[in-house]
Structure formats: C-alpha cells, structure tokens
C-alpha cells in the first residue's frame, strides 16, 4: 500500500508502520509498500522485512487553521491489493470520519473538510480498511492510524496575573529582583518556536530591566530615591518565536512603588523662632508649637523633641505630639513680666527610629533657637500678704481703727488701688474700709463674749479697670475687756443639820465670769455687808484654791447647833 501525505516523509519501521513528521513542506510524498522491503526517500538504504500484512499506515499531518476555499489534503491510503482498476474500495471509520476527514473510496485520498484548532483538540484516530468492492470482502485487516494537527503561531503569549502592583525599598541595590512574570503560549511548545517566549521591558528604562528568559524584573539604577519618584509604571512584553520577526506578542503592566526607608535626617525650616507668651499663661499649659519636616514617612519620620539648654530650661517643658509630630511647649513656672521679659530655648528634634545602613547621612537630628517674649498683661492688685489677722478690744468706740491692708498694682503702670469689703447682703456690717488707704475701722461696738473673731473678705481693683479684682482673707480677733462681773453660778438652797458641829462646812458656793481668763477667776468671796450679820455661820474664801473659771469657797458654821446624835435632825437655811 502506498501513503501520500502533504509533508516530508521521515520513516521509522516500527512493527512493520511507518512513523511520519511534516515540517512544513508543501510538496506531496508517496511511499510504495511492497510485501518484503520498505522504500525510503531521498536515497536512504533500504530496509527488508517480512510484513505480516499486504498494507500499512503512517501517522498523517494535517494544519490547524486551515482557511482555503477547497477541502486541505491530508494523505493518500493505498493497498498492494490495489491494481488501479477501481475494484479495491476504501473505507474510514474513527474521529471525525465523514465530518471532518472523507475520503475518495477508489483513490484513497483523505481530505479536511474544517478549520481545525490544535488548541482544541491535538490529534484524531482512525481505522482505514480496503475491502473488494465486488464482493465487500476485506482484502486487508483494519488497521488504525492517527491524523496530528499540526500547530502554526496563532497564539500570542498572555500575561494571566496582570496587572501587578509591586514594592521594593527605596535606595536598594542595583539588580535586586522585584518581581518575576510569566506569560504562557497556548500554541505546542514541542514543535518549533511558537511557545518559546522572550521578555522584554518597553516602557519603565533606565529605572527597572527584565531578563528575557525568566522574566524577573529587577532594579537597574543604585539608590532610587522615593522623595525624588515614589510610583513607577512598568510595560513587559512576552514574545513568542523566540522575539524573532513575525511572533506575536502580549504585554502587562507592573505598578512599582518605592517604600520609604530612614535616609532622610528632620530639618526645621528655619534656625530662629520667635514666640510670644502672656505672662498671664496658666502653669501647665501649652504656649506653643514647633515642627521639624522629615522627607521620610511613617514611622521613619518618627521624631522627639527635647530642650538642649537655654535660660527657659527651667520655665518651659517640651513634649511630642505623635500624630502630628509637633513640639508642645508648655509652661511650667508662672511667667513675670516685670521680672524677666524674654528667654531662649535650644530646641532638638531627633529621629526614634534609626536605620544604621543610612548613618553616613546623618545626623538624623536638627536644633533651632527659640526665642520667647513674655508678653505684659494688665494683672490685679497683689496684697503684700496672703491673709491678714487684726486685733480690736471689745467694747471699742465706733469708728476704732482695726488695721490697714495693702495692696499695688504690680504692673509697670502702677495705677491707684481701691479697695472695698464683700459682704453677703444678710450679713450684719461691723467694719468698713477705706477705699483710698485700706483702713479697717468699726462701725458698731463689738462684744467678745457675743462673737470673739471676725472673718471677713477685702477685695482691691484697680482704678482704670475695676474688672480686675484680688482678695484676701482678713481675720479680726476681739480682745475681752474685764466688762463682766462674776455670778453665782447657780441659786443656792442650803439645808444644815441642827447638830453640825462648829467649823463644819455645810455647803461650797462657786461663781463664775463670762469675761476671759485674764479677766475673770480669781474671786474673792465675801458676805454681803449690806445684810443683817447671822452669828451662826462664816465665809471662808479658799485662797488655796487653783484659779478657774468656776472658783467655790466653803461656808463655815460659826456657832453651836447642839448635840450631836446618830442620825442627825436638818433644817434648811433661808
């Protein structure tokens, strides 16, 4: 049997079949089968055999994507048994047999009736078989072979993962790999260049180079600086046929962003400030902020501030707003205008979190000076003393000088003071002031026995701005006066037994005085000499006795009151 095909042929005896390639020749070939040799083309030596049957089949090739207006021819099938006088009818069966493939039944001629995809579908089998056409007899066995779809380059390669978005550190290494693409080709990657993929780098030079074998895209600058370029946007194309003339091709794009990292030191964008603070500011609050730039961002652009030295080093303090990486300046002592009118700061910003690899530029540190003008703001009167305790006697004429307070402006100014008392509009007014010297004085007569001690509040403006006021506590002491005479501290009735012996006390009397210590005990104790004298009994003062508020003497029977018994009789003294 002798088989023709549209390619060269490269045959292989093996188990008496012929094995055939095309490699894109357009001539056709015919190879004669004879029972006991085997012809090779091209003057090959000739193999002999002993075939086991009158006819073989070889693997046939047909194009993909065949777009000609006639059927494509595939091949020839033809018997020994075949003289060429129409009675050897040939038969297909198999994949694709009376859709795809005919064939003429008295040739042997195999055609392709469609479009084939390799893609799709790489190969077909099928059985061909010649059988007498008169009598429908099999004059050969069936025997099975396989048409190939041969692939062409309709497949450009694709990129499936595109688009990328990437990082690499900034200031990296020239060549350090960022990223490795692939592209795959959907064409046969076993036969000629049509899968074989070239990389190549068409939009991102000189900055970023691709190899063309792997695809790995590396850095190809040293020291790219992200404050300089921080986004790149990178085109790779993948080319098949080996980036010969004629591939076809796909591309992706790579989105490359540079990552900060520490090589940029803060700066304060001037060497001098200047800031102005009310002495009125409050202790503990803040007066002002300052700020050193740093190119660098996130936590490389982390900074601390601190107070080098300057004569402020002990009135302000600085702390790190960390959202905002500014330097608070808060006040830590009261300012004074009329004390000390400026001060200066040295003020360091430094970095917290430090990348050794960039030290060389460095230092990651920046000082300005601060100069701080403490502002004069109109302040209230100062007293010259926290509180004031006065002293007044009791009984004193109204109009009884009590003390003086004192207040001044403590401004440059040094406007006249005014003073006045505050009093709750239920409360009884016992002193006045005077509003041009701070005189306290009485305005009613004062008892110690009935309220021993005053407190009561001074209050000083200023006479151009009576808005701004000072107090102070004003304590007044009532010094006593011996205006009390002493009484009995009770009324006595006293009962005597009429058998008390004489000298016997019979009762303690006790006085007392409303006045103070030094002006009350100690009392003497006399009998009224304005009354009848009873002979009976005495008073006796008991000098012996220590001095109290409360002295007692005892009373003394003086005469005879009878004989004693046992159980003693009483009377009670009127």
């Known amino acids: ?8 042929i490269c045959p292989v005896l093996v188990c008496l079949c012929f094995v055939q390639r095309c490699y894109g020749t357009s001539h056709h070939s015919s190879i004669k089968v004879t029972r006991n040799q085997t012809k090779h083309i091209e003057g090959e030596t000739e193999v002999h055999h002993r075939p086991k049957r009158g006819w073989v089949w070889n693997q046939f090739f047909v194009l ?10 595939v091949g020839k099938l033809h018997s020994n048994s ?15 047999a009376g859709t795809i493939f005919i064939i003429d039944d008295t040739t042997g001629d195999i055609h392709s009736t469609k479009s084939l995809d390799r893609e799709q579908k790489t190969h077909y089998v099928l059985h061909a078989q010649a059988i007498d056409r008169r009598t429908n007899k099999p004059l050969e066995p069936e025997s099975e072979f396989i048409i190939k779809v041969q692939d062409i380059n309709d497949n450009a390669p694709k990129f499936t993962d595109g688009p990328y978005i990437v990082t690499v550190p900034e200031m990296s290494d020239m060549g350090t790999s960022v990223l490795q ?4 080709d959907a064409d046969d990657p076993t036969y000629g260049n049509s899968a074989r993929v070239v990389y190549s780098i068409l939009q991102g030079q000189p900055y970023f ?15 790219m600086d992200r404050e300089a370029r921080e ?8 080319k098949d046929m080996a980036g010969q003339v004629g591939g076809l091709s796909g591309s992706t794009t790579v989105n490359i962003t540079l990552t900060d990292v520490n090589d940029n030191p803060p700066r304060f964008p001037q060497k001098h400030y200047q800031l102005y603070v009310p002495e009125s500011a409050q202790v503990g609050s803040a007066v002002g902020k300052i700020k050193a730039n740093d190119a660098d961002t996130g936590s490389n652009a982390d900074m601390t501030y601190s107070i080098i030295n300057g004569d402020g080093v002990g009135m302000f303090s600085i702390s790190t707003d960390k959202d905002t990486r500014e330097g608070i300046l808060s006040l830590r002592k009261p300012l004074n205008y009329e004390k ?6 040295n003020i360091e910003g430094a970095n917290t979190h430090l990348d050794f690899r960039f030290s060389h530029l460095g230092p990651f540190k920046d000082a300005t000076m601060l100069k701080i003008i403490v502002g004069d703001v109109d302040e209230p009167p100062l007293f010259s003393m926290p509180s004031y305790v006065m002293e007044v006697n009791e009984n004193a004429k109204v109009g009884t000088t009590v003390g003086t307070v004192l207040a001044q402006d403590p401004d440059s100014a040094n406007r006249v ?18 509003a041009n010297t701070g005189t306290i004085k009485t305005t009613k007569v004062l008892d110690r026995e009935e309220t021993p001690w005053y407190n009561i509040t001074v209050s000083a403006s200023e006479n151009d701005n009576p808005a701004l006021l000072s107090h102070v506590t004003v304590g007044i002491r009532v010094l006593d006066v011996n205006d009390n005479p002493p009484v009995l501290a009770r009324e006595y009735d006293i009962v005597v037994c009429e058998n008390s012996k004489p000298g016997q006390v019979i009762h303690t009397i006790s006085a007392t005085d409303k006045d103070d210590f030094a002006n009350g005990p100690r009392f003497n104790f006399f009998l009224d000499e304005h009354l009848p004298v009873n002979p009976n009994f005495t008073l006796k003062d008991n000098e012996a006795a220590a001095p109290s508020p409360s002295r007692s003497v005892p009373a003394r029977e003086t005469g005879a009151c009878g004989p004693a018994v046992q159980k003693p009789s009483c009377r009670r003294l009127a």
């Open 64 to 73: 993909e994507e065949h777009m000609g207006p006639d059927p494509q021819y």
């Open 417 to 434: 003071v005014r003073y006045f008392i505050d009093y709750n509009a239920e409360e009884d007014r016992f002193f006045n002031i005077d």
């Open 209 to 223: 180079s691709v190899d063309p074998k792997t695809g790995v895209i590396r850095t190809a600058l040293h020291n």
């Open 181 to 184: 693409v692939t592209a795959t």
């Open 82 to 96: 075949d003289k060429g006088d129409g009675s050897v009818k040939y038969i297909l069966t198999g994949e694709g």
């Open 231 to 238: 986004h790149y946007s990178v085109v790779i194309q993948a």
């Open 340 to 345: 000390k009118k400026s001060y200066t700061l």
């Open 1 to 8: 049997m002798k088989i023709t095909s549209t390619s060269c």
